[in-house]
Each structure stands twice: as C-alpha cells, then as structure tokens.
C-alpha cells in the first residue's frame, strides 16, 4: 500500500479499542480519508451511554460514517460479523482502502481475497511513524491490560516497526 495515500475503512473493534485508551482519533489523523461502515457505527452505538467509544462515533467519528451497500456474497458466506462484513466489501469493492479489523476470520478473508489489511496495533505504529504519538509502549502496554489479545512475537514486531527497544 502506498503510504502517501492512506485509505482507511475501519471496524468497531479498532475504534472501541483506541477509544478506550484515549486515542480513537489517530484513526483520523494517521490516514488521508476514513470509512465507517454503518454496521461498525451500530456496534458502538449499542454501548452503554459512557462508553468512550459511543461517544466518540456520537460526536467527531460521525462524520465518516457510510452505508456500505448490501454485503458481497462472496462475504455472506464466510459468517463474519455485520462490521467486518461491510469493511470487506468496501476494501474489496475500493481495492486502494485497507481494511482495519482485528477479528481472526476476517482477517483470514482479507488474506485470501488478498485485501490490504491491518489491525489495532498497525494503526498504532502507524501512528507512530508520522509523528503523531512518541511512543507506542505505553499504549500496547494500556491495550493488553484491558485484555487486548496481543502476542509476545506481535508486541516486539510493533516495537522494532516502531524503532523501539523491546
């Protein structure tokens, strides 16, 4: 993917997870132009009142929210959540957006459709590259304590991405 031209369409968990630690918003500023599908918007809306997350797809992440269209067929029959279904079918049907989700399947589906994909944890060391965070530690760190799944091979691999010391 050419990294002059970052086209993102992002799933719930990506943003509820960022959301969570202070930082929904370099979703924003770490890419030229967001995608929301509707279907990742009414997971977040199904929050409790509080959550970060809601709030923030509420007010700021509105914006980029966009009904994606019936979802592919060729998705249907992989039995992905709604969210995941309706980023897949924007990243297939748009091939210059990279798909930002963390579920497993999808990402499986990504692979096999040869989708351009990354998760959380790319967005974050992303982030990091342009500047718009100055370390990524603390924030994996803050991720994994409110039960982010993150390996110990996938945390180093985004500190050495980052230029940081394990």
């Known amino acids: 993917m050419n990294d002059s031209k970052r086209l993102w369409v992002v799933n719930a968990s990506p943003v509820i997870s960022l959301a969570n630690i202070g930082y929904a918003n370099i979703l924003i500023e770490a ?28 007010s700021i992440g509105n914006e980029y929210v966009q009904d994606i269209g ?12 709604s969210g995941e279904s309706e980023v897949l079918t924007w990243s297939y049907q748009h091939p210059s957006y990279q798909a930002v989700l963390d579920d497993f399947a999808a990402r499986k589906f990504a692979q096999a459709f040869e989708i351009s994909l990354c998760g959380t944890i790319g967005v974050i060391v992303q982030a990091k590259k342009l500047g718009l965070v100055s370390n990524i530690k603390p924030l994996l760190n803050e991720l994994i304590e409110m039960d982010f ?3 110990q091979n996938l945390y180093n691999t985004a500190l050495q991405m980052a230029g940081e010391k394990l």
Not at 31 to 58: F, R, S, T, Y
Not at 70 to 81: A, H, N, Q, S
């Open 149 to 151: 799944r993150v390996d």
């Open 70 to 81: 019936t979802v592919l067929p060729l998705i249907t029959g992989w039995d992905l959540g």
């Open 31 to 58: 890419c030229n132009h967001l995608v929301i599908p509707q279907a990742a918007e009414a997971e977040m809306l199904a929050g409790p009142d509080n959550d970060l997350a809601k709030q923030w797809i509420m």
